[in-house]
Nanobody, 121 residues
Framework: QVQLVESGGGLVQPGGSLRLSCAAS????????MSWYRQAPGKERDMVAT????????NYADSVKGRFTISRDNARNTVSLQMNSLKAEDTAVYYC??????????????WGQGTQVTVSS
């Protein structure tokens, strides 16, 4: 049973910081690409940041580059998202995602339950 559990969400002021964590279990964490996505009301779920299985490379959405940092600890089966200089536009439910590589170049996405991040004065 693959399980992804996010934590660390909450209410912060614009310009503030927040650190999200995702605890993974039920699969070989070190073999999976991990990502953070977010979804605001009425919008699609969009990728925020992604990191390779060994943590050697990371990519970010343009909207968060320079402000967010994704990291992983394969020994602890965790992936984190450090969010700095938060803006109101960052308000969303943030989801932890694991990308399972399948045969024939296909992939399967697993999702956590999400954690709410609200940036407001």
């Amino acid at each position: 049973q693959v399980q992804l559990v996010e934590s660390g969400g909450g209410l912060v002021q614009p310009g503030g910081s927040l650190r999200l964590s995702c605890a993974a279990s039920g699969f070989t964490f070190s073999r999976y690409r991990m990502s953070w996505y977010r979804q605001a009301p009425g919008k699609e779920r969009d990728m925020v940041a992604t990191i390779t299985d060994d943590g050697g490379s990371a990519n970010y959405a343009d909207s968060v580059k320079g402000r967010f940092t994704i990291s992983r600890d394969n020994a602890r089966n965790t992936v984190s998202l450090q969010m700095n200089s938060l803006k109101a536009e960052d308000t969303a439910v943030y989801y932890c995602n694991a990308v399972a590589p399948l045969a024939w170049g296909r992939e399967w996405y697993y999702w956590g339950q999400g954690t709410q991040v609200t940036v407001s004065s």
